[in-house]
Structure formats: C-alpha cells, structure tokens
C-alpha cells in the first residue's frame, strides 16, 4: 500500500513535500504502518514465526516464503537500520533457540552416546546455517550459531568428554578417527573449548606410553627370574615407541588439524614417559643401540629407504630426551666401534644422523661426530703417504699393516695399555713410529690397543684357518709359540699376564674370549665357563671350523659411555651457563639465576642442589660473589 500511495502522489513527493522540508512520503507512510499496524500485530508475528522454525527444527515443512517475507517487514520497518529486526525478532528468536536447545540436548545427552550426540550437534549447526541463509538475515549467523554452540557443546562438553562408555578416551582408545575429527570441528571454534580435550589426549598419550614401559618392565622382571641377563639392546621395545609416536603424530596431524594445542599435548606426553627408565639401561641407551643395530653390518636387514625411515623416525624420539647429552656420548661411542672395526653399513646412513641430529641440537652437538668422520676420511691419505713411506724404505718388505690417526679431542676416552709386543708387531709399530715423527715431530703419538684388530694365521694339522682377532687377542696367541714355531706345552694365568704386562681383568676377558668360547684355540685346564688365576692354558690340540675365516669376538674393554665424562661435561655446561648470565646482568638473585641456567641448558635438566654447588665452586675461585646487602643475591666479579 505504502507503495502504490508513494505512486499517486508522486508530484507532490517530488516538489511539495522537498520544498518544505517534510519527510518523504515513503518514511511518513512506514512510519504511520509502524505505529498503526506494526506495532499493534509485532508480538503475536514474532510467535508465530518462531512457532514455525521450532515446527522446522523438529522436521515439519513450513512456509519459508512466508517467513522470508516476514523477515524482509521487520527490516523496512527499521527504516535504514536493523533495530527494529534486532529488537522485534532477533533477540526473541535467540531466546527462543537458547530454550529450544536447551531442552534437546538434554534429551540427547540422556539418550546418546557421544558419537551420536556430535552427529545430531553438528546436524544442528547445519541447519541453522541453511535457516539463515535462506530467510533470516546474514547478521543473524554470528549470534545464532553462538548461542547454539554454547547451548549443545560448551555446556555439555565436559560431559561429553567424560561419558562412560562412549567419552573420548573411548573414541582415542578405539582409534574413531570420523568421531574424534568431528569432535575437533566441533569444538574448535574456541581455543578455550580445545583445552580440556588436549589434556584428555595428553593423559591418554601418556598412558599408552606408560603401559610400553610397563611391559617392558614385565619383560625384564621376566628375564631376571628366568637367570637371563638384561641387554643394551630392545628393539621391540624401540620399535613400540616409534609406531606409538608415528600413530599419534598422524592423530594430531589428520584428525586435530595440527593444533598448538595438540602438538604441545603430544610433546608433553612423550616428554613424560620417554624419560621414565627402567632395568639397568636408560631409553637414551636403548635408543642409541637401536640407532647402531640399523646401522652396522649384520645388523637389521632393511631396505636403504625403511633404514632412512627408522633412523628419522629415532632422532624424532630422541628430541623428547631431557638428558640429550647421556644420548649424545653413547651414541658417539657405538659411532667409534663401527667405524674403526669397519663395521658400518653405509657412510650415507651415518651422516644422514648426524645431520637430523644437528638440524635439532645445533653444531656443538655433532661436531665431535663430525671430526670422527673427518679422521677417517684424512686417514685414507695417511695410508697412501705409509705405504709409500716403508716400500720406499725396504722396497722387498712384506708388511701387511695399517693404522688409523684419531684426533684425541673427537673420540671418547679409551683406556692405553703398556703391552709388551711380540716381534713382528713391534717391527710395525717402529715402521709407523718414524713416519709419524717424519711429519709430526712436535706431537705425541698414542698407542690404542683394545680397539685394533688383526689376522692370525693358525694351522691344525694339515688345515689352516684364518683367525680374525682383536690386537690384544693376537698378541696373547702369538706368545703361545716358541721361537722356532712349536707351541708350548702350557702357561699359568699369572705366566701370561706377566708376558703381555696387562690388568688381570683385561688378561681375563682375552683368554675368555680364546678358551670359552664357541671357536677354542686354546685349552684350559681345568675346564669351566670362567677364568680364574690358578687356570693353566696352552693351544688346542684340536680344532675345526666350517668356515676359513673365524671370528673370534672378545668383551668389549670399554664400557657404552663414560658416566664420570658426562658428569664433567655438565659441570662445565653448568659454570660457562652461570658466569655467562652473570657477566650479563652483573647482579642477580639466586632463584632468578637458577631459572635462566636451566632455559639456557637444552641438553640435559640439571637438579637445582647441582647449580647451587656449581655456583658455590664458582664463589670459591672468584668468579662470583655474594652480595653483603641483599640476601640470596650474587654479584660478577670482573
């Protein structure tokens, strides 16, 4: 009607109504719709509408023309703004769905378990978004769907998350991928809804790491009663943690979007258990063992690309350490075996380590690894420059003989036997002696005997065997020869190590290894599976051997890592960490310091009692002093 008057009497809008400054007819004829028909029909519309969507969100076909229409009157009737829509309707009808939703969630977290209940959730929300986009106004999708997500998810969430039977341990133990992605859909429209399902994934996160630990435990506890000894090796063990972490990684990636959230909840989680040892050896030794077992020849037999896989996979592993540095040593340690015994599987394989281990600690951390493979590259020049030194020198010798030049600084500490040498190996030691004096004469050259190796050539009666021995093995089955070849009849314990001029523990292991084992080549009298200082030893007047080249393998001399090494190394850590921060701030509180020493230290966790006596030593030699004015406070001393 407004319409069809502004029509007629369009002259008189167009000259009459401006010349005087009147509103125009169309404003005047809403204005007077307003406050004669609008005003008075207002209520019982808005009810009427809302009555028909309760009708639609419980599945009847309504009018939706003639709601849209209905919306498109509440808006003229602000005549340029939505306060009248606002005020008239928008508010009754999120009252209306506050009191709607209320009402059916309730009956739905009565009858639903909670894949049921995020189904008809995320069912609702749909719906609302349709509704608005097809006879609401736009401004009303914001608010609508807030109070929705309020009524249906906030409310209801921790009952959600908790409901026996169907909550979200349920879904993350039964692996619901489809639920748990709709859940985080659902409920990540707020960070503050996403927090109490990222702990709840953390807690179980931690739980199922725990429960690995705790069979790994069993499995020991198992092994102890049967007699077995526990070893530095589990790769079952490693290999659960890895599928574990590769499980819930792809969890957090696929179905949690990557959320901070979660990936702080995955990180926190492993932290917890990854740290948590059991048996005699730490996860960080079982990690690095594995590493070597993947890495040395006759080890893991694995394709180059599932090799490349499992090693990535470990370093992820092994960032949740917090005592990196105790990994960093042993690792270094099995490093230093398989490169001088020749043992590693593939140079590729090893840098490749070392590169994802520097990518996430940093060069200080590798650069010992890395000059070891740096010994052993410059090492093939010094072999070529030997060879060329004695040939030149006797052109008709016959020495069949190398050594590999280690930088002391790069290698772990081993321990240097005075070993008194049979003739033939000390011709080659003084051949090496003074080529290296020829080209180093102001450095000291070092004997490592417990890391060489040789081949020993032993004949029982008309077969030879080649016997592929350690040095310190050679050495001991060289002095069971005369002279003019014949073996000797027979030598005590105390006999022999007299002759080699070693521990009585290192003589042990040697002859352990040689008259113990599965190869014997020597005979000990009397017979028993331990050496003792009254036994009596000559060489077997039998042996034999499938194969002509026997292995005959010796306890290790050195332990995996040197705990007293790692221990300096962190006191050392520890005072650079404190005079650094010092010299920054000159003047600092004892708790404040202690705080930024352990930000500072990213290999390993120090326990506060340790910084407070590194700080005290620190005090002793004049680094630091306590200051007379301000208790628990310390002061730089330039």
Avoid at 40 to 47: L, Q, R, S, Y
Avoid at 242 to 261: C, I, P, R, W
């Amino acid at each position: 009607m407004n319409k069809w008057m502004q029509r007629f009497f369009m002259y008189l809008d167009r000259y009459y109504v401006k010349h005087h400054s009147l509103p125009p007819l169309s404003k005047a004829g809403l204005k007077h719709f307003k406050a004669l028909i609008f005003d008075e029909v207002k209520v019982d519309v808005t009810n009427a509408m809302l009555d028909l969507i309760n009708q639609e969100r419980d599945g009847a076909q309504v009018d939706r023309s003639l709601l849209k229409n209905c919306v498109l009157l509440y808006e003229a009737m602000g005549m340029g703004c939505l306060d009248a829509y606002t005020m008239d309707f928008e508010d009754k009808l999120l009252e209306c769905t506050i009191e709607y939703y209320a009402r059916k969630s309730s009956e739905w977290i009565e009858s639903d378990g909670t894949p049921a209940y995020l189904i008809k959730a995320e069912t609702a929300i749909e719906a609302e978004k349709a509704r608005v986009s097809q006879y609401l106004n736009v401004a009303t999708e914001g608010r609508l769907l807030g109070v929705v997500e309020t009524e249906i998810l906030a409310k209801r969430e921790t009952v959600l998350l908790e409901k026996e039977g169907s909550g979200l341990r349920v879904l993350l133990t039964n692996d619901s991928h489809e639920d748990l992605g709709r859940m985080y859909s659902l409920f990540s429209k707020k960070d503050e809804w996403l927090v109490p399902i990222a702990n709840i994934v953390k807690a179980h996160i931690a739980h199922m790491g725990h429960e690995c630990v705790n069979r790994r435990e069993a499995k020991i506890s198992e092994a102890e009663a049967a007699g077995n000894k526990e070893k530095n090796e589990d790769a079952d063990f490693v290999k659960e943690l890895l599928a574990l972490h590769d499980k819930y990684t792809l969890m957090v990636e696929k179905q949690f979007g990557s959320n901070s959230l979660f990936q702080k909840a995955l990180k926190d989680a492993f932290t917890d258990f990854i740290n948590r040892d059991v048996g005699k050896f730490t996860n960080a030794e079982l990690m690095s063992s594995f590493c070597d077992r993947l890495l040395r020849t006759g080890g893991e037999k694995l394709s180059d690309e599932d090799t490349e896989q499992f090693l990535e996979k470990t370093v992820q592993l092994f960032s949740y350490l917090v005592d990196k540095d105790l990994f960093a040593e042993i690792y270094r340690n099995q490093l230093a075996k398989r490169l001088l015994n020749q043992r590693s599987a593939s140079d590729e394989h090893e840098k490749l380590v070392i590169t994802k281990l520097k990518q996430r600690c940093g060069s200080q951390f590798t650069s010992k690894m890395e000059g070891m493979l740096s010994d052993l590259s410059i090492g093939v020049d010094h072999a070529v420059d030997f060879k060329e030194f004695y040939t030149k020198k006797d052109p008709t010798s016959n020495l069949d003989f190398s050594t590999q030049m280690l930088t002391t600084g790069y290698w772990p500490s081993y321990t240097s036997y005075e070993v008194n040498l049979p003739p033939s190996i000390q011709r080659c030691v003084s051949v090496f002696t003074d080529y290296y004096m020829e080209k180093n004469s102001k450095r000291r050259l070092t004997w490592v005997w417990g890391l060489g190796g040789a081949t020993v050539r032993g004949t029982w009666g008309s077969k030879g065997y080649d016997l592929q021995v350690t040095t310190l093995q050679a050495i001991a089955i060289m002095g069971f020869n005369s002279d003019n070849g014949a073996p000797v009849n027979g030598e005590g314990f105390e006999v022999i190590r007299e002759r080699l001029n070693l521990p009585e523990e290192t003589v042990k292991r040697i002859l352990h290894s040689l008259a113990c084992g599965k190869n014997k080549v020597l005979e000990k009298d009397p017979k028993s599976s331990s050496i003792k200082p009254t036994d009596t030893f000559k060489p077997a007047t039998k042996f034999s051997s499938k194969m002509i080249k026997v292995r005959i393998p010796m306890a290790s001399l050195d332990e995996s890592h040197n705990a007293k090494r790692v221990e300096e190394d962190r006191t050392v850590a520890i005072e650079a960490a404190v005079v650094r921060i010092m010299k920054a701030r000159k003047v600092l509180l004892h708790q404040q310091l202690v705080s930024e020493v352990l930000a500072q230290l990213s290999f390993f966790k120090p326990n506060p009692k340790l910084i407070k006596r590194r700080i005290e030593a620190l005090i002793d030699r004049e680094y630091l002093e306590r200051d007379p004015d301000v208790a628990n406070s310390y002061k730089y001393l330039a």
